[in-house]
């Protein structure tokens, strides 16, 4: 186990994720190099974590989005092996060596390997079998993939366009036409437990949701682009824009300014993203 462990390197991609990352992180086996890309620029968090652990470094960066972020961090790792890996779950770093027999099993040939989820909805999140050991799946959960630094860079990493959300579900079906396929193994498993990014503050925190919606719309529009073209992807999303149009239409009506505030988001970040804009949204500016 010590051998696989010096062969992988942890990258843990934080945005006010202070709260919650010491907890995270003493958990790790000192024996992993980590790589944290810390994209709220705190200086104290890069300075607590490398003075206390000597397999930390940690990256000040602007925030530039997950995909840019992972990349960089890949670009920082000197292992075969790299866990793309979200500070808000449970980790039992003993079934990490599991990731390591089936990857000599598929002798390397695969995008992503990731464990089972406990606690999602089967409806939001799509897994194998639970009888079985292992099994292909169309695309591996951003926040905790198993990934061969070779095949991340064949496949051309994460597309650093995306700011948020549908990152790995991209690069996973790059992966595929590249005959790299994902697996989930049902033996290593992870639960959700906490929130990544904390904002106490009201004002802030509402601000946020709304740059949630404005990215999650604009990056599905985006990947639907890429896999299907322009035309045919306007033509699925034209129940979605009838939907906003009749959403935002009642609330203007009802004086529900919440909800309108909500769906104008989603028509400002689905219309930039129908117009071939950058995913250019950014806290500060709401």
């Not at 390591?100 to 002798?107: E, Q, T, V």
């Not at 994902?182 to 498993?189: A, D, E, R």
């Amino acid at each position: 186990m010590k051998s696989h462990f010096q062969d992988l390197t942890i990258i843990i991609v934080t945005y006010k994720s202070d709260e919650i990352i010491f907890d995270f992180v003493k958990k790790i086996p000192k024996i992993i190099n980590v790589i944290v890309v810390e994209n709220s620029k705190n200086h104290q968090l890069k300075k607590k974590l490398e003075k206390r652990y000597k397999n930390i470094r940690v990256y000040l960066r602007n925030n530039e989005g997950v995909s840019s972020s992972l990349n960089f961090g890949v670009k920082k790792t000197k292992t075969k092996y790299l866990i793309h890996l979200s500070p808000d779950l449970e980790v039992n770093y003993d079934q990490i060596k599991i990731f390591f027999k089936y990857a000599k099993i598929l002798n390397n040939n695969f995008c992503a390997l990731g464990p089972r989820f406990l606690n999602t909805k089967k409806k939001g999140h799509k897994q194998i079998n639970q009888k079985l050991k292992i099994g292909k799946i169309d695309s591996i959960h951003g926040s905790f993939m198993f990934m061969n630094k070779k095949k991340f860079h064949d496949i051309g990493g994460w597309d650093r366009r995306i700011f948020l959300f549908f990152e790995e579900t991209d690069y996973c079906s790059r992966a595929k036409r590249k005959k790299l396929f994902c697996y989930q193994i049902n033996s290593i498993k992870t639960k959700t437990i906490d929130t990544t990014v904390k904002i106490k503050d009201k004002k802030i925190r509402e601000n946020w949701q709304s740059l949630l919606r404005w990215h999650f719309i604009w990056s599905k529009f985006y990947i639907t682009k890429k896999k299907y073209g322009f035309i045919i992807s306007f033509l699925i999303f034209i129940p979605i824009i009838i939907r906003i149009f009749f959403r935002l239409s009642l609330y203007k009506f009802t004086n529900n300014r919440q909800k309108f505030k909500k769906y104008k988001f989603r028509l400002n970040g689905l219309f930039n993203s129908i117009i071939g804009k950058k995913s250019f949204l950014r806290l500060e500016d709401i």
